[in-house]
Nanobody, 120 residues
Framework: QVHLVESGGGLVQPGGSLKLSCAAS????????MGWFRQAPEKQRELVAT???????NYADSVKGRFTISRDSAKNTVFLQMDSLGPEDTAVYYC??????????????WGQGTQVTVSS
């Protein structure tokens, strides 16, 4: 099994920045795509950004130009640099990882979520 541990959430003023981190640990063959979803109160979970094992990235339109996803594959860690934050970015942010286990099975692992609150 793979465990994802997130860090970096918190309270920030509008226009500010935060950087989220998510580290994967456990027994596995490989980590494939990694990324972030978020869920605001009374809203559905939405995709924020993804990064493939090859470094290709994809972003939700709402965060393009403000958020940057990156990964350190050697440390099985994904980051989300969030700049120019606004109240609409307030949500619980969840990281995920596409995992291939030692036996070849694949599944998606999820982090526990980290709260990001943008407020003055």
């Amino acid at each position: 099994q793979v465990h994802l541990v997130e860090s970096g959430g918190g309270l920030v003023q509008p226009g500010g920045s935060l950087k989220l981190s998510c580290a994967a640990s456990g027994s596995f063959w490989s980590i494939n795509d990694m990324g972030w979803f978020r869920q605001a109160p009374e809203k559905q979970r939405e995709l924020v950004a993804t990064v493939t094992s090859g470094g290709n990235t994809n972003y939700a339109d709402s965060v393009k130009g403000r958020f940057t996803i990156s990964r350190d594959s050697a440390k099985n860690t994904v980051f989300l640099q969030m700049d120019s934050l606004g109240p609409e970015d307030t949500a619980v942010y969840y990281c995920y990882a596409g995992v291939t286990l030692l036996g070849g099975a694949t599944y998606t692992a999820w982090g526990q979520g980290t709260q990001v609150t943008v407020s003055s």
